[in-house]
C-alpha cells in the first residue's frame, strides 16, 4: 500500500502561481495529478513517467509543470497563470506501471490504483 499527502492548496488571484507537492510513502514508477470539481468527472491533468516522460492536458500545456524528485518520494506541480477555471480539488495518484497509463483513462482509478486526499486550490477573478 501506498500512502500519498498533498499540500500547498491555496486561494489565489487570477494570474498567479502555486507549487502543489505530493509526498509518497515509498517509490513509485508513473506519478501523476489530477482535478476534480464537484458535479465533473476527475480529471488528468500532468503525468510523469519513471523516466521523467511528461504528458499534460491541452488545458494546462505551458501553464503548468510537473516534476518528481525521487530521492525524496516527492511529485510537484507548479502552477502559473492561474485562471479561475483551474479551481478544482487537486490529488496525486500513482501507480507501479514504467509507463503512465493515458490520463483519460475512465475512470482513473482502474489504472491508478494509489490517491492522495486532495488539496483545494481556489482561483478568483
Known amino acids: 500500500q501506498v500512502q500519498l499527502v498533498e499540500s500547498g492548496g491555496d486561494s489565489v488571484q487570477a494570474g498567479g502561481s502555486l507549487r502543489l507537492s505530493c509526498v509518497a510513502s515509498t517509490y513509485t514508477a508513473c506519478m501523476a495529478w489530477f482535478r476534480q470539481v464537484p458535479g465533473k468527472e476527475r480529471e488528468g491533468i500532468a503525468s510523469v513517467d519513471s523516466d521523467g516522460r511528461t504528458t499534460y492536458v491541452d488545458s494546462v500545456k505551458g501553464r503548468f509543470t510537473i516534476t518528481r524528485d525521487d530521492a525524496n518520494h516527492t511529485l510537484y506541480l507548479e502552477m502559473r497563470s492561474l485562471k479561475p477555471e483551474d479551481t478544482a480539488m487537486y490529488s496525486c495518484?500513482?501507480?507501479?506501471?514504467?509507463?503512465?497509463?493515458?490520463?483519460?483513462?475512465?475512470?482513473?482509478?482502474?489504472?491508478?490504483?494509489?490517491w492522495g486526499q486532495g488539496t483545494q486550490v481556489t482561483v478568483s477573478s
Open positions: 495518484a500513482s501507480t507501479m506501471y514504467l509507463r503512465c497509463p493515458s490520463l483519460t483513462t475512465r475512470p482513473p482509478s482502474v489504472q491508478f490504483i494509489y
